[in-house]
T-cell receptor
């Protein structure tokens, strides 16, 4: 069974600074990987996804993530954060033909002025 | 509709009461999922529908939980004799893709129904 670990429960970053959120997964085959964002009182919104091919994927809102098979990681990055990026971020793993996603516990991002 | 709509947004129930949570997915979306999100945790899979067929209910915590999607669109998650441990946000998600496509991770989530059991 697949599982996801997000080592950082809470990250505080200054507006305009770079952001990196860590995600490690456990899965025997090639995973499908996702990052979702959840703003307060909102549903989860898909930021980006990786199925195959180029290991650096671009998403919405200026986010990108890199799949590193050797490290079983799929870290999310943004070069310059905006106050509106304050939210909770979830990494998730799935697989071909398996409709279930396994989510990490999430990382809360606080943006200070 | 434009997005996945869930109701009620908030529900407070006394222990032992039955509750029903509604999900109206995006029009035309074949796949529908229910997830449970406990406080401070990521969502946990409950059940999956492909059209009106419930293909997987392995994540339902107990036989007090029941979900249906009789006409392949709106779905209802029912919890009987609620317990305090049922307190959570219940998220509904829909997807245009079917399970065999391997791309069912492209889910559109509703805002959730927050259930508090006293």
């Amino acid at each position: 069974a697949q599982s996801v670990t997000q080592p950082d429960i809470h990250i505080t970053v200054s507006e305009g600074a770079s952001l990196e959120l860590r995600c490690n997964y456990s899965y025997g085959a090639t995973p499908y990987l996702f990052w979702y964002v959840q703003s307060p009182g909102q549903g989860l919104q898909l930021l980006l996804k990786y199925f195959s091919g180029d290991t650096l994927v671009q998403g919405i809102k200026g986010f990108e993530a890199e799949f590193k098979r050797s490290q079983s990681s799929f870290n999310l990055r943004k070069p310059s954060v905006h106050w509106s990026d304050a939210a909770e971020y979830f990494c998730a793993v799935g697989a071909r033909g398996d409709y279930k996603l396994s989510f990490g516990a999430g990382t809360t991002v606080t943006v200070r002025a | 509709g434009a997005g996945v709509s869930q109701s009620p947004r908030y529900k407070v129930a006394k222990r032992g009461q039955d509750v029903a949570l509604r999900c109206d997915p995006i029009s035309g979306h074949v796949s529908l999922f229910w997830y449970q999100q406990a406080l401070g945790q990521g969502p946990e899979f409950l059940t999956y529908f492909q059209n009106e067929a419930q293909l997987d209910k392995s994540g339902l915590p107990s036989d007090r939980f029941f979900a249906e999607r009789p006409e392949g669109s709106v779905s209802t998650l029912k919890i009987q004799r609620t317990q305090q441990e049922d307190s959570a946000v219940y998220l509904c998600a829909s997807s245009l893709a079917v399970a065999t496509s391997g791309r069912t991770g492209e889910l559109f989530f509703g805002e959730g129904s927050r259930l508090t059991v006293l």
